[in-house]
């Protein structure tokens, strides 16, 4: 039986091709255990029966960055000239991760490259280089210092975000050089910058937490309070999922 302890949080490792190892920056597991989450690292295995079994354990997903890209055939597409590299143990084992969370309805946060492919997993699209398919577009790729705010967004009045800062527009870092295009199932964009690129996505179904960011609140927790309040927010979604499941368990023991 699962006791009401610090919820276990999940979070996809990233894949190295060139040494063939699994990684992940430290900053994802920091902020999860800042705001009273236990980060557990699922490797890119992408065998159903392993990921069901890691699920098992957990309260909630973060979905992380990749210094990959989706593959476009996920989406119907060819590659463009400039898509990335393609990784396709991480982009493999993230959905099955997705087809495991979704019938668990449990919390998800999905960090750039990972709300990208949520969005595909959702059956929507990309935008594969934004520089060359979006001219007009404010520059995305701030390069160094990371935790600089570069640009901003503008939220969605009912939005989570818009709730969390009290506000109609934030300040962003900005990391990335493909962005959402067509959104999917079940998923509404609540956030956008001045270019008109999507910046957030939440479920339109309200049993269930679910918040995809294209900046990096993972780097800017320690003294950004937006960041703060995504993860404590996400940690506290998972807290309550582990309780839910708790007295699920609880009511079918006494139930024999």
Same mark, same amino acid.
């Given at each position: ?15 190295? +091709? ?64 400039? +898509? ?16 495991? +969370? ?107 937490? +679910? ?46």
């Amino acid at each position: 039986m699962r006791n009401n302890s610090r919820p276990v949080i999940g979070i996809t490792m990233r894949h190295e +091709l060139s040494s063939d190892r699994f990684y992940l920056g430290r900053d994802y597991s920091e902020a999860v255990e800042a705001f009273g989450g236990v980060p557990l690292h699922i490797a890119l295995i992408p065998e159903r029966e392993y990921i069901a079994h890691v699920m098992e354990r957990l309260d909630g997903v973060l979905l992380p960055g990749s210094a990959s890209d989706v593959d476009p055939s996920s989406y119907g597409r060819e590659p463009h000239p400039r +898509l990335g590299e393609v990784h396709p143990l991480k982009d493999e084992t993230d959905r099955l991760v997705l087809e495991e +969370l979704e019938k668990r309805r449990m919390p998800l946060l999905a960090i750039c490259f990972g709300m990208q492919a949520l969005n595909v997993a959702r059956g929507g699209t990309l935008m594969q280089d934004i520089n060359s398919e979006l001219p007009q577009a404010i520059k995305h790729e701030q390069g160094a210092p990371r935790t600089r705010h570069s640009h901003r967004v503008r939220l969605l009045a009912e939005s989570l975000l818009s709730q969390l800062v009290k506000s109609e527009s934030v300040n962003v870092n900005s990391h990335h050089h493909q962005a959402i295009d067509v959104v999917g199932e079940n998923l509404r964009a609540t956030s956008w910058a001045a270019d008109g690129l999507i910046e957030t996505v939440e479920d339109t179904r309200e049993d269930r937490f +679910l918040l995809g960011v294209q900046w990096h609140p993972e780097i800017a927790w320690r003294d950004d309070k937006l960041s703060e309040s995504i993860f404590s927010n996400f940690v506290e979604a998972a807290r309550k999922y582990r309780e839910s499941a708790s007295e699920k368990t609880k009511e079918n023991v006494y139930a024999l």
